[in-house]
């Protein structure tokens, strides 16, 4: 007998439920339904419409109802938007609105996958017609032609997620003058706050003006109102706060809704009616390393979910193991990836765990284009299971991320990490990676090998005067150092131990933190019982400490600051 399946939202679920189904059956009827003007798009892609990367508009858009049908024999209805559920009869109420009429369709099975909307906060002068929010073709076009119409100059963005911080980045590339409001005290959530900076100066020195730990009070004529009251210049606002669930359907529908005010699935993204299944950011799933249903609005896992229901609809079994959350982002002239739990999620979750913050080349040294890669790895306490990795840097980033994703998978610990064994080229690489130095970073810090403090600790220690040693070579140290540091380089401090205390600690850093290491070891071995190596050294607090320097104006702890 011939299924026919009903799809409820294209883009990644849906239109990869539909794709998926074509591949298992030949004879299946399946029609999809999107309530706007396009099917199949690339939503990540939007924001690069502003900046002219992505030229056409049109280029956006990967699949028009017509090649659907030509390819894959799939009816994809736009413009009509499914306005009922009714279980009992097993068909959808649809309301074609280019005629603003109603008529009805049955399924053998309904998939919805309506996605996420973005959140309109209730305040003065949110509908004003210069206040926008993105989330397909169509909102883009409006953003781009009115700014473009208006004589726009000055553009506020409300929110730092990766919406956000991308449509941020566009508009500064199209030379706009642009503020990024974030009620937050950082950009981008899945990174720590320290890891955060390093994004913050990034903005910042590209010309972006941001406005953290505030948020958005009133949209006024030419302008916006923060919380703290301060005006900003803005002829045109884009909301990019978050986003929350479609689930306006599947409740009316009377189907069952989790904890997180998502659509509650099964394993296999069946809701509480078995002949419905559940895809995308509109439904709730399982977090493998928090052990609780989260919401996770990324397209790699929409689509292996659409793959997991068209199979299941024909009996194909499924292995659901829940998700990390693993994301990439490029901003100006840094890649930034992520993934698992980072040290701030873990402490929530009240995880035993611990970390380290390195900066090894992302190639060999004396390569072109070689530069230092910041990479932080979070690991369970004692077990040193893995559990989460941010990177940021000019490199390849998001290799060692997905290094991290697969060996977090794997249940992977340091030791694992430690050993695997990845590809070197000089040119692409370091002979002991990236990922293979954190892990060994890991187990020093696990085995309590040495003591080391993280860059969140140093300004305290250098306003308390404490014994700080700086490891770099003299010309080094005049070109910027931390206000009372002692300049012991690693080459000279063998023939200089007279002026190294045992009587109270000693912290020792250099630019990336592999000379002070070096020197911490030693000075162990000789006896000194109180040393402590500066994670991330001085390129590592300098970047911690600029961004709140910029804009507090308040003491900085180095006579200079020096990101080379």
């Given at each position: 007998?011939?299924?026919k399946i009903?799809?409820?939202?294209?883009?990644?679920?849906?239109?990869?439920?539909?794709?998926?189904?074509?591949?298992l059956?030949?004879?299946a009827?399946?029609?999809?339904?999107?309530?706007?003007?396009?099917v199949?798009f690339?939503?990540?892609?939007?924001p690069?419409?502003?900046?002219?990367i992505?030229?056409?508009s049109?280029?956006?858009v990967l699949?028009?109802?017509?090649?659907?049908?030509?390819?894959y024999?799939?009816?994809a209805?736009?413009h009509?938007?499914v306005?009922?559920?009714?279980?009992?009869?097993?068909?959808?109420?649809?309301k074609?609105l280019?005629?603003?009429?109603?008529?009805?369709?049955?399924?053998?099975?309904?998939?919805l996958?309506p996605g996420?909307?973005?959140?309109r906060p209730?305040?003065e002068?949110?509908?004003?017609?210069?206040v926008f929010?993105v989330?397909?073709v169509?909102?883009i076009?409006k953003?781009?032609?009115?700014?473009?119409?208006n004589g726009?100059?000055d553009i506020?963005?409300i929110?730092?997620g990766f919406?956000?911080?991308?449509?941020a980045?566009?508009l500064?590339?199209?030379?706009y003058?642009?503020?990024?409001v974030?009620?937050?005290?950082q950009?981008?959530?899945?990174f720590d706050?320290?890891?955060?900076?390093i994004?913050?100066?990034?903005?910042?020195?590209h010309?972006?003006n941001?406005v953290?730990?505030?948020?958005?009070?009133?949209?006024d004529?030419?302008h916006?109102?923060?919380n703290?009251?301060?005006?900003?210049?803005?002829?045109?606002v884009?909301?990019a706060?978050g986003?929350?669930?479609?689930?306006s359907l599947?409740?009316?529908?009377?189907?069952?809704?989790?904890e997180?005010?998502?659509?509650?699935?099964?394993?296999?993204?069946?809701t509480?009616?078995?002949?419905?299944?559940?895809?995308?950011?509109?439904?709730?799933?399982?977090?493998?390393l928090?052990?609780?249903?989260t919401?996770l609005?990324?397209?790699?896992?929409?689509?292996?979910q659409?793959?997991?229901?068209?199979?299941?609809?024909y009996?194909i079994?499924?292995?659901?193991?829940?998700?990390i959350?693993?994301?990439s982002?490029?901003?100006?002239d840094?890649?930034a990836?992520?993934?698992?739990?980072?040290a701030?999620?873990?402490e929530q979750?009240?995880?035993?765990?611990?970390?380290?913050?390195?900066m090894?080349?992302?190639k060999?040294?004396?390569?072109?284009?070689?530069?230092?890669?910041?990479f932080?790895?979070i690991f369970?306490?004692?077990?040193?299971?893995?559990?989460?990795a941010?990177?940021i840097?000019?490199g390849?980033?998001?290799?060692?991320?997905?290094?991290?994703?697969?060996?977090?998978?794997?249940?992977?610990?340091?030791?694992?990490?430690?050993d695997?064994?990845l590809?070197?080229?000089?040119m692409?690489?370091?002979?002991?990676d990236v990922v293979?130095?954190?892990?060994?970073?890991?187990l020093?810090?696990?085995?309590?090998?040495?003591?080391?403090?993280?860059?969140s600790q140093?300004?305290?220690?250098?306003?308390?005067?404490?014994?700080?040693?700086?490891?770099r070579e003299?010309?080094?140290?005049?070109?910027?150092?931390?206000?009372?540091?002692v300049?012991i380089?690693?080459?000279e401090?063998?023939?200089r131990l007279?002026?190294?205390p045992?009587?109270?600690?000693?912290?020792?850093h250099?630019?990336?933190?592999?000379?002070?290491?070096?020197m911490?070891?030693?000075?162990?071995?000789?006896?000194?019982?109180?040393?402590?190596?500066?994670?991330?050294s001085?390129?590592?607090v300098?970047?911690?400490?600029y961004?709140?320097?910029?804009v507090?104006?308040?003491?900085?702890i180095?006579?200079?600051?020096?990101f080379?």
């Amino acid at each position: 007998m011939t299924k026919k399946i009903v799809i409820v939202g294209g883009v990644a679920g849906g239109a990869s439920v539909a794709a998926r189904v074509r591949r298992l059956d030949e004879s299946a009827e399946v029609i999809m339904f999107e309530k706007g003007p396009h099917v199949s798009f690339s939503n990540c892609s939007l924001p690069y419409h502003l900046s002219g990367i992505v030229e056409d508009s049109e280029k956006l858009v990967l699949m028009s109802p017509k090649t659907f049908k030509n390819r894959y024999n799939i009816e994809a209805r736009v413009h009509q938007e499914v306005v009922q559920i009714n279980r009992d009869k097993k068909t959808i109420t649809v309301k074609d609105l280019l005629t603003d009429s109603n008529y009805e369709e049955s399924y053998d099975k309904l998939v919805l996958s309506p996605g996420a909307s973005p959140i309109r906060p209730n305040l003065e002068g949110i509908n004003n017609s210069n206040v926008f929010t993105v989330r397909n073709v169509v909102d883009i076009e409006k953003i781009h032609s009115y700014i473009k119409h208006n004589g726009v100059k000055d553009i506020a963005v409300i929110g730092g997620g990766f919406i956000g911080v991308e449509v941020a980045e566009n508009l500064k590339l199209a030379d706009y003058n642009v503020t990024l409001v974030e009620f937050a005290n950082q950009v981008m959530a899945p990174f720590d706050y320290d890891m955060a900076q390093i994004l913050h100066k990034e903005m910042v020195d590209h010309g972006v003006n941001l406005v953290l730990d505030d948020g958005l009070a009133k949209i006024d004529d030419g302008h916006i109102i923060t919380n703290s009251g301060k005006q900003v210049d803005a002829q045109a606002v884009i909301l990019a706060i978050g986003v929350r669930p479609e689930t306006s359907l599947a409740k009316d529908a009377g189907l069952e809704i989790g904890e997180t005010g998502s659509i509650k699935v099964d394993r296999n993204y069946v809701t509480s009616d078995k002949d419905i299944y559940a895809v995308g950011d509109a439904i709730e799933v399982y977090h493998r390393l928090l052990h609780k249903p989260t919401r996770l609005a990324l397209a790699g896992p929409a689509q292996k979910q659409a793959r997991a229901v068209a199979d299941h609809i024909y009996g194909i079994p499924n292995r659901n193991i829940g998700v990390i959350g693993s994301s990439s982002i490029h901003l100006f002239d840094l890649n930034a990836a992520s993934t698992g739990l980072n040290a701030r999620t873990a402490e929530q979750a009240g995880m035993m765990h611990d970390y380290v913050y390195l900066m090894p080349g992302d190639k060999v040294g004396l390569m072109p284009n070689s530069n230092p890669m910041h990479f932080k790895l979070i690991f369970e306490y004692p077990t040193g299971r893995i559990l989460g990795a941010q990177a940021i840097g000019k490199g390849n980033v998001d290799k060692r991320i997905d290094v991290i994703a697969t060996m977090i998978t794997m249940n992977g610990t340091l030791e694992d990490l430690k050993d695997l064994e990845l590809t070197y080229s000089p040119m692409l690489g370091t002979a002991k990676d990236v990922v293979n130095h954190a892990a060994l970073v890991g187990l020093n810090v696990l085995h309590g090998s040495y003591k080391e403090v993280k860059v969140s600790q140093v300004r305290e220690l250098v306003e308390n005067s404490a014994f700080i040693i700086d490891a770099r070579e003299k010309n080094e140290y005049n070109d910027g150092h931390f206000n009372n540091a002692v300049n012991i380089p690693l080459s000279e401090f063998r023939q200089r131990l007279h002026e190294i205390p045992k009587d109270r600690p000693v912290y020792i850093h250099c630019r990336s933190g592999q000379r002070s290491y070096n020197m911490v070891m030693a000075l162990q071995h000789l006896g000194y019982n109180n040393v402590n190596n500066i994670s991330g050294s001085y390129l590592g607090v300098n970047l911690y400490e600029y961004f709140n320097d910029y804009v507090t104006g308040r003491d900085k702890i180095v006579t200079k600051y020096n990101f080379k």
